[in-house]
């Protein structure tokens, strides 16, 4: 009787073994990726202004410094000078203005962040080398866009998808294997559009009353915006 429970008992826990190794979900993980290069439409352009001190430019020394010229004259003659390159009111905005600190024994000085939205890098490299505004700090372009951009996105999305399916069935067929439906999509990387801050110190800021403005700024490398997506995709293997 003994003997028969035994065995009883050793063929009972080898049908559960086999049973259990039977429901293992065999997977495979992989990460698919895409990249897509697409031409802006929108180019967002800053040009930061601050007030200065006249002297500056008389080759006087720092403590001499007594005429401040003001915000508003400086505003007033980058927007004509905007103007005059056909750049209208509609594509200014004011992004920013104020100031946090001040130097011993003087006045704060005011500035201010516009931004201007282009539709060519030709315009961004006129205004980057013929603008001789007195009081512009610093010029960059902040950001691209497109009109469409989100379902680009989508679209790199999708691509980067089919590119994890192809890489998993090519890695399953090593085994003489069979790919089975997706079980997990992760997305790794969320920040899909590229910005590029390419900065131009303009000279207009600090230059001599005699120095011509002539900064030479190209932007020949960012005229394009990249798109990149990778997902991690997990898939059963039949």
């Known amino acids: 009787m003994k003997t028969i429970f035994m065995t009883l008992l050793v063929t009972m826990a080898g049908t559960v073994f086999s049973q259990d190794r ?7 993980e992989v990460t698919g990726t895409h990249e897509l290069k697409i ?11 601050e007030e200065y001190w006249a002297e500056e430019f008389e080759g006087k020394k720092w403590e001499d410094y007594k005429t401040k010229i003001e915000i508003e004259t400086i505003e007033n003659d980058l927007i004509s000078e905007l103007n005059t390159l056909g750049i ?17 024994g003087k006045d704060f000085l ?3 962040n516009l931004e201007l939205r282009l539709s060519s890098f030709e315009m961004v490299n ?10 512009i700090k ?27 399916k ?10 003489e294997q069979d790919l089975g439906s997706p079980i997990s999509v992760v997305e790794m990387d969320k920040n899909m559009n590229v910005r590029p801050m390419v900065q131009a110190q303009s000279r207009a800021y ?7 403005m002539n900064t030479g700024v190209q932007y020949e490398n960012f005229r394009q915006i990249t798109l990149t997506a990778s997902m991690r995709v997990s898939f059963e293997i039949l």
């Open 39 to 49: 031409d802006p439409e929108m180019i967002y352009f800053n040009i930061n202004i």
């Open 88 to 104: 209208g009111m509609d594509q200014i905005t004011l992004k920013q203005a104020g100031n946090y600190w001040r130097s011993r």
């Open 206 to 212: 600090k230059m001599s009353a005699e120095s011509s």
């Open 126 to 135: 006129t205004i980057s080398n013929t603008l001789k505004t007195r009081g």
């Open 166 to 175: 192809n890489k998993a069935e090519q890695l399953a067929g090593v085994y």
């Open 22 to 28: 039977s429901s293992i979900l065999r997977t495979i």
């Open 138 to 164: 610093s010029m960059n372009v902040s950001r691209l866009d497109h009109s469409d951009m989100e379902l680009l996105k989508i679209k790199v999305k999708k691509e980067a998808l089919k590119n994890a």
């Open 110 to 112: 005011i500035n201010k």
